[in-house]
Nanobody, 119 residues
Framework: QVQLVESGGGLVQAGGSLRLSCAASGSYAMGWFRQAPGKEREFVAAISWSGGITDYADSVKGRFTISRDNAKRTMYLQMNSLEPEDTAVYYC????????????????WGQGTQVTVSS
């Protein structure tokens, strides 16, 4: 069983930055998803096992950067220029195979970390 543990969430003012981390064991493609109150969970970013392939939702492209350090077994999401619309619970996810935007293709999920952006 793969365990995913997110950290780094918190409260930040609009325009600020946060870095989320997700610790995971094993060789997996990974992704970040988020769920705002009253909304469905949505794709944010994904990264291949090697880190050579990344993908971003249009809403975060140019502001967020996904990366990973396999030696530390950790994936990151650097979030810059945060907006109130980025407020959500952020989840990391892992799957064997290629990175994907499709939520249902991920096998393992973290418990989520809250990100709140104040205006």
């Amino acid at each position: 069983q793969v365990q995913l543990v997110e950290s780094g969430g918190g409260l930040v003012q609009a325009g600020g930055s946060l870095r989320l981390s997700c610790a995971a064991s094993g060789s997996y493609a990974m992704g970040w998803f988020r769920q705002a109150p009253g909304k469905e969970r949505e794709f944010v970013a994904a990264i291949s096992w090697s880190g050579g392939i990344t993908d971003y939702a249009d809403s975060v492209k140019g502001r967020f950067t996904i990366s990973r350090d396999n030696a530390k077994r950790t994936m990151y999401l650097q979030m810059n220029s945060l907006e109130p619309e980025d407020t959500a619970v952020y989840y990391c996810a892992a799957r064997r195979g290629v990175a994907t935007r499709r939520e249902y293709e991920y096998d393992y999920w973290g418990q989520g970390t809250q990100v709140t952006v104040s205006s």
